[in-house]
């Protein structure tokens, strides 16, 4: 069923979401996941912008693939060969690609660029990662983790690592949903604090535990998922050096820190992966990890919300 409270909507954040929109993409996906065919043909006639000013595999190649499946125009943009990278201010562009498409996914080095295409655009913005948050990997997150363990509420999700976008995001979702979420990073290194504040506030509302704690150990106890990120995000090579020192060892995801979680405990990353940086070859290579089921599951995602907004 497509979530018709979702039409003409940006989506920006999972904040703005409400917890049944969000399940009700979920189980969306899973309808779509079944048959790869169903709904084709939907946004026949309807053209989607993509612009990008950072590299991208996963989020590129499922958006087109989604859009291209339900029939419609996906256009790849590369920021830096718009007249944006020339200096054309974002307001002009959101309002004369209005005028052509149907909706805009970005992929921004400020999350705050994306709020001005957001305003300035008559037409849906879709977040497709900010140096904040990245909405469409966490529906694809909770959607594997649904696939997995039949539930979301009451799973416990440990985020080990850097408190970085990707972190973010799912601190939001493990929270709109009921889920658990412990944080284990070293200090300095926390998810942002408006969202982690929002998080500690919305977490009565469905009964979520939310912690930040230093030791991985102590984060992955009782875990059902135990997650992770690169050290080093796009844009922030320069401090590549220091992160290595500030995350390693300890931080790594290891077998014998998986082994610490739940029985049956399973391993997500976002991908791309630095092997020997945040994750051990034994863990993301082998029976623990979901990586690539996760990876899969956003071109499901992203099927289910083009076809939410767009209707
Ligand atoms: N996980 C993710 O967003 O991957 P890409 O950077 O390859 O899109
Ligand atoms: N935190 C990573 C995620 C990549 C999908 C980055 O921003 O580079």
Request: with cysteine; net charge neutral; aromatic share 6%.
């Amino acid at each position: 069923m497509i979530i018709e409270s979702l039409r003409g909507r940006d989506l920006l954040t999972l904040q703005d979401l409400e917890p049944e929109e969000i399940m009700g993409l979920v189980r969306l996906s899973a309808e779509l996941k079944r048959d790869r065919r169903l709904f084709s043909g939907r946004l026949s006639g309807r053209s989607i912008a993509m612009i990008f000013e950072k590299p991208s595999t996963r989020t590129r190649v499922s958006l087109d693939v989604a859009v291209s499946e339900l029939g419609g125009r996906p256009i790849y943009l590369r920021f830096d060969e718009l007249q944006l990278g020339r200096g054309e201010t974002i307001a002009d562009t959101a309002r004369v690609l209005s005028r052509y498409v149907d909706l805009i996914t970005a992929r921004v080095r400020r999350h705050d660029d994306l709020i001005e295409l957001a305003r300035w655009a008559d037409k849906p913005v879709v977040n497709a990662l900010s140096d904040l948050d990245h909405p469409l990997q966490t529906l694809a997150d909770l959607f594997t983790i649904w696939e997995r363990f039949g539930r979301i509420q009451g799973v416990k999700v440990a985020w080990v690592g850097d408190g970085n976008n990707v972190c973010n995001s799912i601190l939001i979702g493990a929270t709109k949903l009921g889920a658990h979420i412990s944080i284990a990073c070293p200090r300095g290194y926390e998810p942002n604090k408006k969202y982690l504040e929002w998080a500690m506030e919305n977490s009565r509302k469905s009964g979520s535990k939310v912690e930040v704690v230093e030791d991985p150990e102590e984060a992955v106890k009782d875990a059902d998922v135990v997650m992770t990120d690169v050290f080093v995000s796009m844009g922030m090579e320069a401090e590549r050096e220091r992160r290595m020192q500030d995350f390693l060892p300890r931080y790594q995801v290891s077998g014998k820190l998986m082994r610490l979680a739940k029985p049956g405990a399973i391993f997500m990353h976002p991908l791309p992966a630095k092997r020997g940086e945040e994750v051990s070859p034994e863990v993301i290579d082998g029976e623990w990890s979901a990586v690539w089921d996760q990876a899969e599951n956003r071109l499901h995602t992203a099927k289910a919300v083009l076809l939410s907004i767009l209707g």
